[in-house]
Each structure stands twice: as structure tokens, then as C-alpha cells.
């Protein structure tokens, strides 16, 4: 990650890393399959190459940079090394370097190895004007997860910054302390419930909370609309804008759900506008902030997942940005599009993010001949991968005319090339057409497909079943059956990637009633086939505990 950020925009590599551990991990620690970074036990090893142990693990790693700071953090890394190079290591011998190095005393922290779940940060304000203080009150708990119904505390780090009302960065000074605090600084949480008094404020500051996401936690605050458009135009936290932004989408998405012909908050497209038509300091950055939440993220805000609404708000929302900000849209496309040669540099990469955003939005008006244009010569130019399987993707997604040709076309030029028709059969895997199923089937008939290559299977199947939740969950569960037909012919062929694919039924409680059953009765069937493999019964088995 930290490589990564390096060699790109900083805050965009660590939206990215977010976006995945709360549309997956997340949802891991919300299902059947939770289990600690550290688990105590298993019954398959392979089903614990996950999210959790890898992706959870990572911002365990990262927490304690954060608790240490960046020089004793380097000091402890140099001992660890020192000590256990060419060792067996241990989580324990780890933290006992960052321990031995920094003077710290990180005993409870061991706790994220241990215990598993997702915590939930809940955090409210009090500004006094006479004593031109505030006050956070921050309270922690955790939900029960399999085999831990009760959860002690954990100690989580804390990022927060304060805005003044031209955005502004602001000290954040503790009471008691004599001189000017930093302007981003990583509060200690350790109790169920802690209080903290920010002083030297002589207005009301906007709070940015959980910067760079310090802690892979979930962080309820009542911000105002025009506060999250507010930070979303101003906060110097790329994850923060981003995560402003998030919340802004989200408020707009459920009023939607609700009232799909409701008129959108005030203020909202003109926010919007105000991001695409302002200087850009990193258009990357500015093309993850003006993206939607996915569908599966929008459905783990929801305590019953609506498959069809959550589908109809979204695409209802991403036509209606594009119907008022269209000149816009086009404008940025332009400006945004370059004829030089392909280049890796940052510069170009942000440019191709900023100016596809555009595309997409703009590919939600349905029968624009202009859009279609764009999206006809943007593939036709065959400049860089990036542009031209965007394009075949927008123009499948939004079923034009000329989808058919362009999917022709671009097997034909990469038939030879695996790597590059795995993008070619996921693009299709995700397509929004309601007949997916037996799509997906035809695919599967293609000489190109086989259920012996692991990245095909990724490719198409795991494509659909984790990338177009509107289409995989169809009410008449032919998405379902599906999977398990294909769950029960590849546990004999490849029983790690069924146990993978299978996960994806494992949080059925969180659908409908219909949905549930279906799902349920699928799942049984395959726990009750003959020659189970261990990997794909304990996932079965554990998705269908009580």
C-alpha cells in the first residue's frame, strides 16, 4: 500500500484500500465467516487466505504506525528486523518490537488479533463560546460475532483535524497543554465511552474525523448536508473529502429509495458542479470523490438489503447528475482527453480517471447520439487498455448499439491474450441486462472459458456474483442456482475457489424473506451432496449456523 502511494496520488491508493475492506472485509466481519486477524482455529487452512487476515491485518500494521509515529515506528520496524530475520515470527514478537522500541505499552491493542468484528466509533460535540472550547465524546462497541457475543474494548487511533469556516486547518490543542497542538492529530481511544476538550477556538470549527482512516472502524457523526459539502469541498484529507462525500451520496441515495421522484437536497448538483468545473490540485482524487458508492456498499448500510431499490436509486441518481451537469461533463471530457502516447505518469493517469468518470456519467442518457459517439471513438482509437475497456464497458452497460460490434471487435484483437479476455468476459459478467443467468451460461460455452483456469473463474463467475448484485440476486433466485451448480462442479476441480465463490450466500439473512429462502435452500443443498470437500463445508456449514 505504502509503495503504492508513493509511486501515485497518496490519497487516492488509500481510498482505494478502504473502498475494498469496507465493501468486503467489512461484510466478512458482518457474516457467519467472522473470525479474528489471528483465528484460534479452522477446519480447511485455505479458507483463511481472507480479507481479514490479509486486509484487516494490513491496517493492524498501519494503526500501530499510526499510535507510534513515523520515527519510532521506523525504530521498532529496524529492531524487528534485527531480532527476527530468517525466524518463524509471531503476531506477539512483532508487537513486542513496536513495545521494546517506542516505551509504549500495547497490551490492549493486542486485543484487534483476538478479537473479531467490525468496532462502531460513535462521536458527538458540544461547543462552549464563552470558553471557546469543545468538547468530543467518543464511545466504542463492537457487535457479537460466532463464538464472541461480548466484546472488551479496543485501543483504536484516531486521526481528526478542525476546519475553520474558510477551510482552513486549525491546531487541535488539548486542554491542559501550553503550546499550539498539530493541525491533524491521533486521538487514543480506550474506554466504552471517552471525552475530550479541544480549546483555543474561537468559532464553532467543522470537525474532520478519521483521517487517512486511521482505524478500520465504523464512525457514526451527525454532520449537517451542507457540512459534508463543506468538507467535501475543503477538507486537505483525501480520504476525508472522499468519505464527506461518501455520506453526501449515501443521505441522497436513501431519500431516493424512499421517494424515487423526490427533488435532490439543495445544494447538491451545485456541490457537484462546483468539484468538476474548479483548478483540480489531482484530478484522480477528484474522480473518486465524484463517484458513487457501489451497490454493494449502499447495501451494507441496510439493515434488510433492497436489491431493487438500491439499483433504481443509483441509476436514477447517475442519469439525473448527467441530465443537469451535462455541458459540464462534456466540457471536462474534452479538456481531460489526450492525444499524446500512453503514459504511466501520474499526471496522464489522473487525466484518464477524470475524463472516464465523465463518460460514465454521461453514458446514463439513454440515447444520446453524441455520448455514443464519444464512447464509439474513444474504444475505436484503441489508444491505452484503460480507455478502450472502459469504453466496451460503458457501451455494454448501457446496452448501445454498437455494444455487440465492439465486443466483436475486441476479441478478436486479444483472443491470445488471457489476461486481457478476462477483462472481456467480466465486462459482459456485470452487464445490467435482466437476462444474465443464461448470459452467463453461454459464456461459460465459450471456447475460451473453463472451469480448470481459476482466473476465468474469477473472471466470469466470480464477476457476476460479487459485482452485479442487481442481476445475481434476481427475486427468481436463477442467480443462486447458478452458483451452486457451479459450486458443486468445481469443489471436486478446484474446492479453494468454490469455497470463495460460495461465501457470497453466506450473509442470506440480510435479504428479504423470498430472497433468504432461496438462498437458504441453496445452500443446503450443496452441505447435503455427496463428496463435500472440507473447504466448502465449513464455509456451507458455518454460513448456515444459527
Not at 477556538?201 to 463543506?230: G, I
Not at 474446492?495 to 461465501?503: D, T, Y
Request: glycine content about 6%; proline content about 5%; some cysteine.
Amino acid at each position: 500500500q505504502e509503495f503504492s502511494a508513493d509511486m501515485g496520488s497518496r490519497g487516492v491508493r488509500r481510498i482505494q484500500d478502504v473502498r475494498m475492506l469496507r465493501a468486503h472485509q467489512f461484510a466478512e466481519d458482518a457474516s457467519p465467516m467472522a473470525h479474528p486477524v489471528r483465528p484460534d482455529s479452522y477446519m480447511e487452512i485455505n479458507n483463511f487466505y481472507t480479507l481479514t487476515v490479509y486486509e484487516k491485518g494490513a491496517e493492524v500494521v498501519r494503526m500501530q504506525a499510526n499510535l507510534l509515529g513515523p520515527e519510532l515506528f521506523r525504530k521498532a520496524t529496524d529492531l524487528y528486523f534485527e531480532r527476527h530475520d530468517g525466524q518463524a515470527v509471531t503476531t506477539d514478537d512483532f508487537v513486542s518490537c513496536m513495545q521494546d522500541a517506542s516505551g509504549r505499552d500495547l497490551g490492549q491493542f493486542k486485543r484487534w488479533y483476538t478479537q473479531s468484528g467490525t468496532p462502531e466509533i460513535t462521536i458527538s460535540s458540544s461547543y462552549d463560546e464563552q470558553a471557546a472550547q469543545l468538547t468530543l465524546t467518543v464511545s466504542q462497541t463492537c457487535p457479537p460475532t460466532p463464538g464472541q457475543p461480548l466484546k472488551r474494548p479496543f485501543h483504536i487511533p484516531l486521526a481528526i483535524g478542525l476546519l475553520d469556516s474558510d477551510g482552513n486547518g486549525l491546531p487541535v490543542t488539548l486542554e491542559g497543554e501550553t503550546t499550539a497542538g498539530p493541525l491533524t492529530r491521533v486521538l487514543e481511544i480506550r474506554e466504552a465511552e471517552q471525552c475530550f476538550v479541544l480549546k483555543n477556538l474561537a468559532s464553532r470549527p467543522v470537525l474532520s474525523l478519521l483521517r487517512d482512516f486511521s482505524a478500520p472502524v465504523k464512525l457514526q457523526h451527525r454532520y449537517t448536508p451542507d457540512e459534508l459539502m463543506f468538507l467535501m469541498a475543503h477538507d486537505s484529507d483525501g480520504f476525508a473529502r472522499w468519505d464527506a462525500a461518501q455520506s453526501l451520496h449515501l443521505r441522497v441515495l436513501d431519500s431516493l429509495m424512499e421517494n424515487p421522484g423526490c427533488a435532490l437536497p439543495s445544494g447538491y448538483v451545485e456541490a457537484m458542479r462546483m468539484a468538476l468545473t474548479s483548478s483540480h490540485d489531482d484530478r484522480e482524487l477528484l474522480a473518486e470523490v465524484l463517484t458513487l458508492p457501489s451497490e454493494s456498499y449502499i447495501g451494507d448500510q441496510m439493515e434488510i438489503v433492497d436489491v431493487d431499490a438500491i439499483h433504481a436509486a443509483r441509476n436514477g441518481l447517475m442519469r439525473r447528475i448527467a441530465q443537469d451537469l451535462r455541458p459540464d461533463l462534456l466540457e471536462i471530457y474534452r479538456t481531460n482527453s489526450d492525444t499524446e502516447p500512453f503514459s504511466y505518469e501520474h499526471a496522464s493517469i489522473a487525466r484518464r480517471a477524470l475524463k472516464n468518470l465523465a463518460l460514465g456519467y454521461l453514458s446514463r442518457l439513454e440515447g444520446d447520439a453524441e455520448v455514443e459517439s464519444l464512447v464509439r471513438a474513444q474504444y475505436e482509437a484503441q489508444q491505452n487498455m484503460t480507455d478502450v475497456s472502459r469504453a466496451l464497458t460503458l457501451g455494454v452497460y448501457a446496452q448501445m448499439p454498437s455494444a455487440g460490434e465492439l465486443l466483436a471487435d475486441f476479441e478478436q484483437r486479444w483472443k491470445e491474450q488471457p489476461l486481457v479476455m478476462d477483462k472481456w468476459f467480466s465486462i459482459q459478467a456485470t452487464s445490467r441486462q435482466p437476462d444474465m443467468v443464461p448470459r452467463i451460461r453461454e459464456l461459460m460455452q465459450h471456447p475460451g472459458f473453463t472451469l480448470r483456469n481459476p482466473n476465468r473463474v474469477r473472471a466470469l463467475i466470480g464477476a457476476f456474483v460479487s459485482g452485479n448484485p442487481a442481476r445475481f440476486h434476481a427475486a427468481d433466485g436463477t442467480g443462486y442456482r447458478l452458483l451452486s451448480d457451479i459450486v458443486l462442479e468445481l469443489n471436486t476441480l478446484n474446492p479453494q475457489i468454490a469455497s470463495r465463490l460460495v461465501r457470497t450466500m453466506s450473509r442470506w439473512r440480510r435479504y428479504d424473506e423470498g430472497r433468504r429462502a432461496l438462498m437458504q435452500s441453496e445452500l443446503e443443498r450443496i452441505r447435503d451432496s455427496d463428496g463435500l470437500s472440507k473447504d466448502v463445508l465449513e464455509i456451507v456449514s458455518k454460513s448456515l449456523e444459527e
